[in-house]
């Protein structure tokens, strides 16, 4: 039995050949520049090194996903991007020319000319040609009209965001819907009308004036879809499922596919390609600053830990890290214990367990200092989901829904639900669930942008010592 392919195909598009082309003369436009200002005749070592910095640039592309389509994303997002990939590309290059003791570049300041004025160019021209992008689509150039096949929440949150993008050069010509009035929701002025049947669709399609369409129906609505799309064969219009995926409980949706074959996460971690290696860059170097900042604090603590009670200066306890393996988190010892088995119990305010050293490091959050150890090892992060005991994964994973979700990334010293009034005790479920819903906003909202919130956030939080005990 022969069994048609099951496939989709990935649209090269003039757009991404002209970027690839754009990127190679912006690279060696700027190999003129440099030399040009670091008064350097130009010869075949260097360009040799462009060469190859080139290559470097087109491989770590394919890892940042520099070519991916940019239709959605921020200008801002796209630019560092760019930037991200040429620096790690012309280091990565140096780096290789140091380790074999060859000198392609001549001259150091002709090197550094053309390593900061390559991103100048490169951004230049991506913005250049977003902007030229944009006025051809507002004075009407390769604009169509589209319409959307059926009225319900995401065919309007769909149109919505069409509107908000004009470069995209799509007109709404309105919404079809062959149900009757009294079944359909009420639309105001500013997310547009119901133009009529699909019979007045079809009419108008095949006429010209709409070029693309969008089928909005409910996933379970096979049959209806198939109809539709039946009927829509015998016009030449573009048409689109926008499917529901938002029917289930996305943990940052991100589509692939597999040879052709289109997949959709519905659970997976925000920190794909370039979005990995900048927090990991962050991580490192922030971690760093912080540990030579509190590196005082930090014996100073060590000392009084020692001096004061019986028992290890730094406790180590088995929690769960990214992907729910198993990692050992560092801390200050603050009790008399160092529990560590398949049951701990959650310290309380005014424990008894806590020692008079444990109850201030506690309380200024000093005792979590040695985590900053766990960040450099790559086993935490300086922002996530804070880790939990391993005997305390494995009591509320049964009882609330998605709790291993929180573990798609690294546990974090401090995170979204500690600086959202989350912090301390969680003595009931109520509490835990909070934590785990702030967990869950953070894994589908991440950004760079948000780190850094949080860490601020984390200092005004810590000087108040909410919860903290």
Not at 3 to 18: M, Y
Not at 19 to 35: E, H, K, N, Q, T
Not at 93 to 118: A, K
Not at 371 to 397: D, K
Request: proline residues 4%; charged residues 20%; neutral net charge.
């Amino acid at each position: 039995m022969n069994h048609p392919l099951r496939q989709i195909s990935q649209q090269a598009s003039l757009l991404d050949v002209f970027y690839r082309i754009a990127d190679a003369g912006s690279i060696f436009l700027s190999l003129l520049l440099a030399a040009v200002w670091a008064n350097l005749s130009l010869g075949q070592p260097q360009f040799l090194a462009a060469i190859s910095t080139l290559s470097l640039f087109y491989v770590t592309s394919q890892v940042t996903g520099m070519y991916r389509k940019w239709n959605g994303v921020s200008t801002e997002r796209e630019l560092f991007c760019t930037a991200l990939t040429w620096s790690t590309s012309v280091l990565g290059v140096s780096s290789i020319l140091l380790i074999l003791g060859l000198d392609l570049f001549g001259d150091r300041t002709f090197f550094l000319y053309w390593m900061f004025v390559t991103p100048v160019v490169l951004i230049t021209t991506r913005i250049l040609a977003r902007g030229v992008q944009r006025i051809l689509r507002v004075y009407g150039f390769n604009n169509h009209g589209f319409a959307i096949i059926g009225i319900n929440e995401l065919g309007i949150q769909l149109a919505d965001n069409i509107k908000q993008r004009p470069d995209l050069g799509l007109n709404f010509i309105g919404y079809f819907d062959d149900r009757p009035d009294d079944r359909l929701p009420e639309l105001n002025e500013l997310e547009g009308k119901h133009e009529g049947d699909l019979s007045d669709l079809l009419t108008r399609a095949k006429s010209g004036e709409i070029k693309r369409i969008y089928i909005t129906f409910p996933m379970r609505a096979e049959d209806r879809i198939r109809s539709v799309l039946d009927r829509l064969g015998d016009t030449t219009a573009s048409v689109y499922i926008v499917p529901d995926f938002f029917v289930f409980e996305l943990l940052h949706a991100r589509w692939t596919d597999i040879s052709g074959l289109p997949v959709v996460s519905v659970f997976e971690s925000p920190l794909y390609g370039v979005d990995g290696m900048l927090k990991r860059s962050s991580d490192l170097v922030l971690g760093t600053l912080a540990l030579m900042l509190f590196s005082v604090p930090m014996f100073l603590v060590a000392l009084a830990v020692k001096l004061t009670s019986k028992g290890p200066v730094i406790f180590k306890q088995k929690r769960y890290g990214m992907d729910g393996h198993e990692i050992l988190v560092w801390k200050f010892r603050s009790m008399t214990v160092c529990e560590n088995s398949d049951k701990v119990t959650q310290a309380t305010k005014n424990d008894a367990r806590i020692t008079p050293v444990g109850a201030f490091i506690r309380s200024t959050s000093l005792d979590e200092l040695p985590q900053l150890f766990n960040v450099l090892g790559g086993s935490m992060s300086l922002v996530g989901p804070r880790p939990h005991a391993t005997a305390h994964n494995e009591e509320y994973r049964k009882v609330i829904q998605g709790y291993m979700l929180r573990h798609k990334i690294k546990p974090g010293i401090t995170g979204l639900a500690q600086v959202s009034g989350w912090r301390g005790e969680t003595d009931t479920l109520d509490k835990m669930e909070g934590r785990i819903q702030c967990d869950h906003e953070y894994i589908r909202h991440w950004s760079f942008w948000m780190d850094i919130s949080i860490l601020f956030r984390t200092v005004f939080v810590v000087l108040k010592r909410t919860n903290a005990h």
